[in-house]
């Protein structure tokens, strides 16, 4: 059952329902032992929370920013905020200085709560830059604050503010007078192009949001759920409230890169992603199956055909698999699935919505031949989060991205763009009136960037209209399809595609350097330099023939013809990634501008 309310009152409302049951699980900053939080008590700390706000002057629909990764307290942070009809605003944890300095001034913020001593320093940093801001307010007590700093204090000194409610009867006038309309959350958008746009939620798109997803994704309460996307992140935003609004408990997990052992710990049975974790987990099944002996080797291959007749050939057409494979899958599943689900911590899967990026085929198939049940979706942060999704135990088309879920209007506009309409959409940007109002066309439809087509009730995604290249030869390249081709490789950590104005596709690559030396070794060639090792001509060679194995079923023209392997990834600090960890191909081509050029010279 569902409580689909303000979010004022929801954490109040979910605590009379189901009072001591575990609401949150969590680490404290820097420590390894999980801690648990009941819903009575998450309750009470939130309302500390709003009259702590209260007690220093937060208004109704003031700006409040959370520059922090997933905590507890961040979750506090943002349900007392909402409690006395504030906005919160998330920052990425791992934004620049320049970056929250924008924020912080464009949203004109005074309270920024902040989480470990990184996010603290750019904070004090900027400080001095953003006239607005007054206060910093700091999740993890081991924070060491700087000497002459007076306007920082530790969330735990924050929350004495709010100690024995004694703004309580502001804070329930507030919640009286609380309506859909109010802004929930400005989330900036990180952009590819390195353009940051506010993107305007309200408590009324949620409330839309929270009610069509409950019609048709199935978590409920007695589902573990892991926090695994950054809050700021609205895919994962939407996903833990709506597990939230159901009474499911919410694994915190703080730091992505302890995601596996995450898993192992606490044996979540949902948890939302985004493509890339399930190619690496592909990738590392593959490397074991590689490195299995014949009998186990055959084993394996043997219980990934089953596993994908079974799965895929049947299943996922609404078809009843025969007696025989049933037996056959029922046997693998036992000795073979289920050892892979238990490895990932997975024993107790559910299902697990994926989106964010182009899900390869390969990918999606192998996930669900295997037993998880992989939700593959399509949302924007303009229309919070989900516009469609598979859904769980009915038929799907691998590649597609689902149906549209209720409420929502899908139109395929000029260029095959996906123009979208309906209560979830936002009603605009942050103080950019003049790009709001291009961003809708004359029937209020919002244009997404996004080319695709709907068939049997089914969206599927094209390539993103802005990022269409095209070849001086005049044939259109969708890069990102072709980079999901190769992400799948174990050798392949990163890669940005090349071909707008060019007369052939290459590629820029970032090899895992585990796998490239494990290769050099193995032909005696030498690995203490990166920079030699990608350029030398064994390792060009077998990198050729895995790229051209995997692009066997793209047309001529869209096939790399020369690749760059690179000796440095792609990164945030030289601006090549965005926070979500989307490739900025602009400063790309710029940053790689001679390697490029190298690659094009007859």
């Known amino acids: 059952m569902q409580t689909n309310c303000h979010f004022s009152v929801l954490i109040h409302e979910q605590a009379k329902i189901f009072g001591e049951k575990t609401a949150l699980t969590y680490h404290d900053f820097g420590k390894r032992e999980w801690k648990s939080v009941t819903w009575n008590k998450f309750s009470a700390v939130v309302k500390q929370v709003s009259n702590a706000l209260i007690n220093i002057g937060v208004k109704v629909q003031e700006n409040i920013g959370v520059f922090s990764q997933n905590s507890v307290q961040y979750l506090y942070t943002d349900f007392g905020a909402f409690g006395i009809r ?86 329930e006038q507030r919640c009286a007078e609380a309506t859909y309309d109010d802004i929930c959350n400005i989330l ?75 898993m192992r710990e606490t044996h979540p049975t949902c948890m939302s992603s985004v493509p890339r974790f ?26 990934l055909s089953v596993g994908r007749r079974h799965n895929i050939e049947y299943l996922s057409n609404g078809r009843r698999p025969p007696l025989h494979l049933q037996l056959e899958y ?33 990918v ?43 409420g929502i209007e899908v139109k395929i506009g000029e260029n095959d763009e996906i123009l979208l309409k309906g209560p979830t959409i936002t009603r605009g940007y942050y103080k ?27 969206l599927f995604l094209k390539e993103r209209i802005k990022d269409l290249f095209k070849t001086s030869n005049g044939k259109y390249i969708a890069p990102q399809l072709i980079e999901s081709k190769l992400l799948v490789d174990k050798f392949v950590e ?8 060019h007369k052939f596709v290459s590629a820029l690559i970032v090899p895992v350097f585990a796998m490239l030396e494990e290769f050099a070794q193995s032909q005696g060639i030498p690995t203490d330099s990166r920079e030699a090792l990608c350029r030398h001509p064994k390792v060009m060679e077998m990198m050729q023939e895995r790229i051209d194995t995997l692009q066997q079923g793209l047309a001529s023209y869209e096939r790399i013809k020369r690749f760059t392997l690179l000796p440095q990834p792609f990164s945030m600090e030289k601006g090549e990634l965005t926070n979500t960890l989307k490739i900025r191909r602009n400063v790309l081509l710029r940053n790689y501008a001679a390697e490029i050029e190298e690659m094009y010279k007859d």
């Open 330 to 362: 029922a046997f693998f599943n036992k000795v073979v699935f289920s050892l892979i689900r238990k490895q990932l911590g997975l024993e107790n899967a559910h299902f697990f919505p994926t989106a964010g990026a182009t899900v390869s085929p390969e």
């Open 364 to 406: 999606e198939e192998f996930t669900h031949s295997i037993g998880i049940s992989m939700m593959v979706g399509y949302g924007l942060t303009e229309s919070l989060a989900t516009v469609s999704h598979d859904r769980l135990g009915q038929p799907y088309t691998v590649g597609s991205v689902g149906r549209p879920i209720e």
């Open 86 to 171: 504030a906005v919160t605003v998330p920052f990425y944890a791992t934004s620049s200085e320049e970056q929250i300095r924008y924020m912080i001034s464009d949203a004109e913020i005074r309270i920024l709560f902040v989480g470990e001593q990184e996010q603290y320093d750019k904070a004090h940093r900027v400080f001095p830059q953003c006239p607005t801001l007054e206060r910093i307010i700091i999740f993890d007590k081991r924070v060491a604050i700087h000497p002459n700093d007076a306007n920082a204090i530790y969330f735990d000194d924050f929350l004495q503010l709010g100690e024995n409610l004694p703004r309580q009867m502001e804070v």
């Open 432 to 458: 950019r009136e003049a790009l709001t109002k291009e961003s809708f066309d004359s029937e209020g439809f919002f244009r997404t960037g996004d080319a695709g087509y709907l068939r049997g009730g089914e």
């Open 188 to 262: 900036y958008t990180s952009g590819t192009t390195g353009d940051s746009k506010g993107v305007i939620l309200t408590h009324g798109q949620y409330h839309a949001a929270m009610e069509g997803n409950h019609k048709t994704v199935p978590v409920d309460e007695n589902d573990v759920v892991m926090s695994f996307l950054p809050y700021t992140h609205v895919f994962e935003r939407g996903w833990a409230i709506l597990s939230l609004t159901v009474g499911a408990r919410l694994i915190i997990n703080t730091y992505p890169r302890d995601i596996q052992d995450a």
């Open 278 to 303: 399930w190619e690496k987990v592909l990738v590392g099944v593959r490397a074991k199956i590689d490195n299995a002996s014949g009998a186990k080797k055959a084993l394996f291959l043997k219980a």
């Open 494 to 501: 990163q890669i940005a595609v090349i071909a707008d104005q």
